[in-house]
């Protein structure tokens, strides 16, 4: 029916399918692993069960909120409808404020409360580090 050189290309053509499909699975399967997903607090309290994974929750400090121990830092996280209490053993970026945009990256210990291993100072494009302001001041 078929030749041999046409079964050969077939078989060629099933290989590498199969082959790129095994790659494209893997590749994905890696990333699902080191993905860490962005949310808000009122994504957190929507959730319908809480997750063991590593977590990012985004919004603003809630002002009056900063308290500043010698071991944590505890704060509250809003998006303005819904908060989330942080807790965060050790050094925050330096655009880290009050009434700032922030990400802490972390575990839910429940609905209400993260553990952070991470802090994350947003900002705007208008932003300059000090040392460069102070620079272009110098500069006047």
Known sequence: MYGKKVKLRILFLLSTLILFSLIIFLFLKSLDKNVV???????????????????????????????????????????????????????VPNLFSEEKGVVAEGYLKDRNFL?????LAKHDENYMPPEVKEALEGNK
Do not use: W
């Not at 319908?48 to 071991?71: C, Q, T």
């Not at 944590?72 to 209490?85: A, C, M, P, S, W």
């Not at 553990?115 to 802090?119: D, H, N, P, T, W």
């Open 37 to 91: 997903y962005f949310i808000s607090p009122t994504d957190i309290k929507s959730l319908p069960e809480l997750s063991k994974k590593k977590i990012r929750v985004g919004g603003m400090v809630k002002k009056n909120s900063l308290v500043v121990d010698s071991e944590k830092i505890n704060f509250v996280i809003t998006d303005f409808k819904n908060e989330i209490q942080v807790t965060f053993s050790g050094t």
């Open 115 to 119: 553990i952070a291993k991470k802090i």
